[in-house]
């Protein structure tokens, strides 16, 4: 019976350190897709977000990367495109946006993210791709 639960601790701890191995890993590849892309600092009332552009996933989809001083730290987050529904600013490109402007903004998940209310416009999507190529 001992040598089961000696057994079964240490398998507790391989797999501990395998998760926190792949975690590291995870980290480490968003840090270097960060540092090499497209990104843009947008400051606001707490400070600066950090918005990188990482990939087209689709014609409609992008996968970004987002940070707020806030705590608001999202690696890989999908954003898709729509309309939008009020005013604001794009968080890529500090523009402005209007009513109806083609724009990206987080999937619609449940909880919402905290950047759920934040948009990028579509031509600022389209001009970071093509600086790319």
Do not use: F
């Not at 400070?47 to 970004?64: E, H, I, K, N, Y």
């Not at 309309?83 to 604001?88: I, L, N, T, V």
């Amino acid at each position: 019976m001992e040598q089961c639960m000696t057994e079964n601790n240490a398998w507790r701890r391989t797999v501990g350190q395998l998760d926190a191995g792949c975690a590291h890993q995870l980290t480490a590849r968003v840090r270097h897709i960060v540092d090499t892309h497209e990104s843009s600092r947008l400051s606001n009332s707490s400070g600066a977000v950090v918005v990188a552009l990482l990939d087209r996933v689709s014609p409609r989809t992008v996968t970004v990367s987002w940070s707020d001083p806030q705590g608001c730290n999202y690696g890989e987050q999908v954003w898709r495109v729509a309309s939008a529904k009020r005013p604001g600013v794009c968080a890529l490109s500090g523009q402005t946006i209007a009513t109806g402007d083609a724009i990206y903004r987080p999937t619609k998940v449940e909880p919402p993210p905290n950047n759920a209310k934040a948009m990028m416009l579509a031509t600022a999507i389209e001009h970071a791709i093509a600086d790319r190529l």
